[in-house]
């Protein structure tokens, strides 16, 4: 058979037998084994479980689990609270103050913790229950939270960039930096449109100046700091050459685990267990998916699918911004049903060879990529934010945080167009800091 | 939707054989949970040594990728309990109680026969290593049984526990894909 018709073949399976309600990970398993059984014979299956535990067999993997510790640990204290509050308590000059610092604390949780419903509920816990109290709409107060989590992902460390990093053999240390500017671009969409939205409700007077003495923002600083330095001491780590991304991520995670232990007195051993239990159900989860993903990209090179359709698309005399549209959309609906894990892994080892051969740059693309799945974050029907959402605010109903979520999805589109115009924005940092790209 | 069920566990009833696989695979999560800290430290220490006292480091960097790889395979059954692999269940929240029921003893069915598969390899994986004795081509040259033992053995026992999902759900202990509700 044709590899391409195959492709297709294998596309419409895969749509079919992960829509059953199997689990991802099982799903590209029992697609992968089937068409390796029909097409290379009952001898190919002998080599599943060398290539499942090779896929795994890599490094740099270990930052997963590491980042993931890292947040669950902080996520586990009211860090996150800490860190709104000690955000808004110094920006008393800026309007709106709440929400700023609520969107501002969820750059800084994404700054530490690499996955999205992780910023969300670690903020949103917290930031909800205030917003409302103080005045502000429902939908913002929900939205904000939503979107901001989604920035998880996309700010450095991110777990889905290092996934794409190990798919694509791209430098996770560039594609971190990468994600830094549209980052900040995005947050600052989304404080744009809370502060408007806010306004525009009529609810003017919440956004007025509340003031602090110089005591009250000192006192809550020994409970932020040590984040901070966290941070920064990771950033250095990373970029000073000092350390490879698994094993600074190794060091984030213990200092993290120690931090919540001795200023959160996170002492109990059913505390700890719990961050613990929570790391390896979201690590395990993750890794299975990559291990199953390679599974599932080795079926398609082995029947020549994924050259196939690199082909095909070459010979499409196409202007190279329909193709990246069409891309966009492509990843989009994906986005809309998979975790963005899922759909990196099975997308970029076939996207990337195109996008490079259109003339892009695979780190732009990977940002690009990204906010592509911060959408599907945010909208219906997978939207895992809104359901966390919907988990710590139980009475705001799932339609309030859907309406309140969608100006901000408006958002990362426009962040999207402004990438396509500016792909500086992605790329000038890490070309700056690492030396530009081969 | 790809959900996250953060506070689900499989439920057992009074069925011994639920309670004894829910038993190996909280025990089985134990050991993954307790492999990634202990690679935590592992790797801590590892900079420790290569940073601070300048000495070239070993064995340490192959021993934490097995231990993550398998935490992996280990923590599957466990994961499997806790509901913690995604899937898409758009289409057995709309289908009615009983072609939900149907969708998941065929989708639980599937999983049982790819991991049998998967298990019968990974057995064959891990005795190709044991029985000539190999060892990976690096300086701490581990005998690579060892680390393949995960494979088999995190395999059946996630095997185990989507049987064990089979049976509650066949007994009605456990609701269709963990969906409350009717439609």
Redesign the interface.
């Known amino acids: 058979m044709d590899p391409l018709t195959l492709g297709g073949i294998v596309a419409i399976a895969t749509v079919f037998v992960l829509f059953s309600g199997i689990s991802v990970a099982t799903g590209l398993l029992v697609v992968s084994a089937v068409f390796l059984l029909i097409f290379d014979g009952l001898r190919s299956l002998e080599l599943l479980p060398e290539i499942l535990f090779g896929k795994l067999d890599n490094f740099a993997l270990l930052s997963i689990p590491m980042f993931i510790i890292m947040g669950a640990s902080i996520a586990s204290t009211r860090a996150g609270a800490d860190l709104y509050e000690a955000l808004e308590r110094w920006l008393t000059r800026v309007p709106g103050g709440l929400v700023v610092s609520n969107l501002g604390a969820c750059a800084l949780f994404a700054a530490m913790s690499g996955s999205s419903p992780a910023t969300c509920a670690a903020i949103g816990k917290m930031g909800i229950p205030e917003m409302r109290k103080r005045g502000y709409p429902d939908g913002v107060a929900a939205g904000s939270i939503a979107a901001g989590g989604t920035l998880g992902i996309l700010i450095p460390p991110s777990v889905t960039m290092i996934v794409y990093g190990i798919a694509t053999e791209t430098s996770i240390g560039r594609l971190f930096l990468a994600g830094v500017f549209p980052g900040l671009l995005l947050v600052g969409l989304f404080m744009i449109w809370s502060l408007y939205s806010t306004w525009r409700h009529g609810s003017a007077e919440v956004l007025a100046k509340r003031s602090y003495t110089w005591r009250q923002r000192f006192e809550i600083m020994p409970r932020v700091l040590p984040f901070l330095l966290i941070i920064l001491g990771v950033l250095y780590a990373m970029y000073g050459g000092v350390a490879t991304p698994s094993e600074t991520a190794a060091v984030g995670a213990l200092l993290c685990l120690l931090i919540a232990m001795i200023i959160y007195r996170l002492w109990s051993p059913a505390a700890l267990w719990t961050v613990l239990r929570d790391s390896t159900r979201e690590s395990v989860m993750i890794l299975f998916i990559i291990a199953a993903a390679g599974v599932f990209s080795y079926m398609l090179s082995s029947l020549f699918i994924t050259q196939a359709i690199a082909e095909w698309i070459g010979t499409l005399d196409v202007n190279r911004w329909v193709l990246m549209g069409v891309i966009n959309i492509f990843l989009l609906v994906a986005g809309f049903f998979l975790p963005p894990v899922a759909v990196i892994l099975m997308a970029a080892p076939i996207l990337l060879p195109i996008i490079i051969a259109a003339g892009f740059d695979p780190y732009w693309f990977a940002v690009v990529l990204t906010i592509n799945m911060e959408i599907g974050l945010i909208s219906p029907p997978v939207g895992l934010n809104l359901y966390v959402i919907n988990g710590i605010a139980p009475d705001i109903s799932l339609k309030t945080i859907l309406s309140g979520s969608i100006p901000y999805v408006a958002c990362m589109v426009i962040a999207i167009i402004l990438l396509c115009f500016f792909p500086e924005i992605a790329v000038w940092l890490p070309n700056a800091v690492m030396g530009a790209a081969i | 939707?790809?959900?996250?069920n953060?506070n689900s566990v499989a439920q057992t009833g009074n069925n011994p054989f639920l309670k004894v696989v829910a038993a190996l695979s909280n025990l089985s999560?134990w050991i993954?949970?307790s492999f990634?800290?202990l690679?935590?430290?592992v790797?801590?220490q590892?900079?420790f040594v290569r940073?601070v006292l300048n000495q070239s480091t070993i064995w340490q960097?192959e021993f934490?990728?097995y231990l993550?790889?398998a935490?992996?395979l280990l923590?599957?059954p466990?994961?499997?309990r806790?509901r913690?692999?995604?899937?898409?269940?758009?289409?057995?929240i709309m289908l009615p109680q009983a072609a939900r029921k149907t969708?998941?003893v065929?989708?639980l069915l599937?999983?049982i026969v790819?991991?049998g598969?998967?298990v019968f390899?990974?057995f064959?994986?891990w005795y190709e290593a044991w029985s000539r004795n190999w060892r990976s081509d690096t300086v701490w040259g581990v005998r690579l049984w060892i680390p393949?033992l995960a494979?088999p053995v995190g395999l059946i026992l996630y095997m185990l526990q989507l049987i064990a999902d089979l049976v509650a759900l066949l007994q009605g202990i456990e609701k269709p894909?963990g969906i409350e509700g009717e439609t």
């Open positions: 939707m790809a959900t996250l953060t999560g993954a949970a990634i800290l690679a935590v430290c790797t801590c590892m900079i940073f960097t934490v990728v993550m790889i935490a992996t923590g599957l466990y994961v499997q806790l913690g692999h995604v899937n898409v269940d758009l289409l057995p969708l998941a065929i989708t599937l999983g790819m991991m598969i998967m390899y990974g064959e994986f393949y494979m894909f």
